[in-house]
T-cell receptor
């Protein structure tokens, strides 16, 4: 089975930097995704890491350490619109040439003025 | 492109009724999947398909059936609705065998009384 842990809630101030951590235990690891989900809406893709290191995309960066089973999402210059849930998801090989994406429970980020 | 579409947006059922949640995509994606999202539980995989004619079970398949007769459509059938199936259901699709970014539909909110 798979186990994915991330904090339930976080609060940060507009303009600040926040780091959302995700730890996982899985077999057949093939990458880690971060999705953003605003209340009442569908998840939308933010980032994908398959190799160790940092991937930067504008104000958002994502880091992966496969040996430690650890990832984080870094959000810089926080804006009010960044208030959302952030979902960590692990992609693992499920056999017969297919893969499954398993989600953590999500971290609800509140950005305050 | 319309992307991933789901119907209905909202549905109320009585215990024991059956219904089909519709999902369609116009991106020629091979991989399609169904998730349910419950408070405090995150997104959980119900069923998935790696191509027309091929389906497989995810983490929580009981009480649901799927079929994939075309590349575009992946309906989810509730055989005999139960209150425990009250949830938000998301359909998602991606290229290939599921390794790529998944695109989510807008969701169907289901209430079973």
């Amino acid at each position: 089975g798979q186990n994915i842990d991330q904090p339930t809630e976080m609060t940060a101030t507009e303009g600040a930097i926040v780091q959302i951590n995700c730890t996982y235990q899985t077999s057949g690891f093939n990458g880690l995704f971060w999705y953003q989900q605003h209340a009442g809406e569908a998840p939308t893709f933010l980032s994908y890491n398959v190799l160790d290191g940092l991937e930067e995309k504008g104000r958002f960066s994502s880091f992966l350490s496969r040996s430690k089973g650890y990832s984080y999402l870094l959000l810089k210059e926080l804006q009010m619109k960044d208030s959302a849930s952030y979902l960590c998801a692990v992609l693992a090989y499920s056999g017969a040439g297919s893969y499954q994406l398993t989600f953590g429970k999500g971290t609800k980020l509140s950005v305050i003025p | 492109n319309a992307g991933v579409t789901q119907t209905p947006k909202f549905q109320v059922l009585k215990t024991g009724q059956s219904m089909t949640l519709q999902c369609a995509q116009d991106m020629n994606h091979e991989y399609m999947s169904w998730y349910r999202q419950d408070p405090g539980m995150g997104l959980r995989l119900i069923h998935y398909s790696v191509g027309a004619g091929i389906t497989d079970q995810g983490e929580v398949p009981n009480g649901y059936n799927v079929s994939r007769s075309t590349t575009e459509d992946f309906p989810l059938r509730l055989l005999s609705a139960a209150p425990s199936q009250t949830s938000v259901y998301f359909c998602a699709s991606s290229y290939g065998s599921g390794m790529e970014t998944q695109y989510f539909g807008p969701g169907t909110r289901l209430l079973v009384l």
